[in-house]
């Protein structure tokens, strides 16, 4: 069963605003991850939260974590119009393996617009 | 400089007639994984190898095989393409095992399938 869905499933913003996708998941986890992806390419790493971690930043990127909600939020702030793409929440169940195996929601598509 | 490289970009193939798709990584790492993406849809995971450990996973048609003779290179080989295995076949690898490993992603191989 898919583990992570995105909120909203499309953005639209004009450039310098500030933008925030939701994802929500099922089961417990031990770590969070936020993907981005071009148009027709593959996916590029962000960030990664951990379950014991509520906040973190990147740059003008900033995930929270809320394990009692089961969700997480990527905000993007001061946008550009390279920002536009999609941006996938991932997450590696809390159960052990031999790789860390990722489910991936639906995915954010956002649009930038100057 | 490219680190996970997937071949070719696009692939055209008959319906029924068998097509492998190809990735190389410089990354030295231990994981590779098989991911097929859909339009609009979130990454599925078809397996993954840990070293020469292959993990198939359950839903995964019997239809997709995979091999990787070395640490480099890994394939996926669809034995009897249906219009429905037209997708993103995305690689991916990681250094190791658990959640707390990113992913690295080549650029995707488009398949069409006429």
């Known amino acids: 069963s898919q583990q992570g869905e995105e909120d909203p499933q499309a953005l639209s913003i004009q450039e310098g605003e500030n933008a925030t996708m939701n994802c929500s998941y099922k089961?417990?986890?031990?770590?969070l991850q936020w993907y981005r992806q071009n148009s027709g390419r593959g996916l590029v790493h962000l960030i990664l939260?951990?379950?014991?971690?509520r906040e973190k930043h990147s740059g003008r990127l900033r995930v929270t974590l809320d394990t009692s909600k089961k969700s997480s939020s990527l905000l993007i702030t001061a946008s550009r119009a390279a920002d536009t793409a999609s941006y996938f929440c991932?997450?590696?169940?809390?159960?052990?393996?031999?790789?860390?195996?990722?489910?991936f929601g639906t995915g954010t598509r956002l649009q930038v617009t100057l | 400089d490219a680190m996970v490289i997937q071949n070719p970009r696009y692939q055209v193939t008959q319906f029924g007639k068998p097509v492998t798709l190809s990735c190389s990584q410089t990354?030295?790492?231990?994981?590779m994984y098989w991911y097929q993406q859909k339009s609009s849809q979130a990454p599925k995971l078809l397996f993954h190898y840990y070293d020469k450990d292959f993990n198939n996973e359950a839903d995964t048609p019997d239809n997709f095989q995979s091999r990787r003779p070395n640490t480099s290179f890994c394939f996926l080989d669809i034995r009897s393409p249906g219009l429905g295995d037209a997708a993103m076949y995305l690689c991916?690898?990681?250094?190791?095992?658990?959640?707390?490993?990113?992913?690295?992603f080549g650029s995707g191989t488009q398949l069409s399938v006429l």
């Open positions: 991932a997450t590696d169940a809390a159960h052990t393996g031999t790789a860390s195996k990722l489910t």
């Open positions: 089961t417990s986890i031990n770590n």
């Open positions: 991916a690898t990681s250094r190791g095992t658990g959640g707390r490993e990113k992913l690295f």
């Open positions: 990354l030295n790492h231990n994981v």
């Open positions: 939260i951990r379950s014991n971690e």
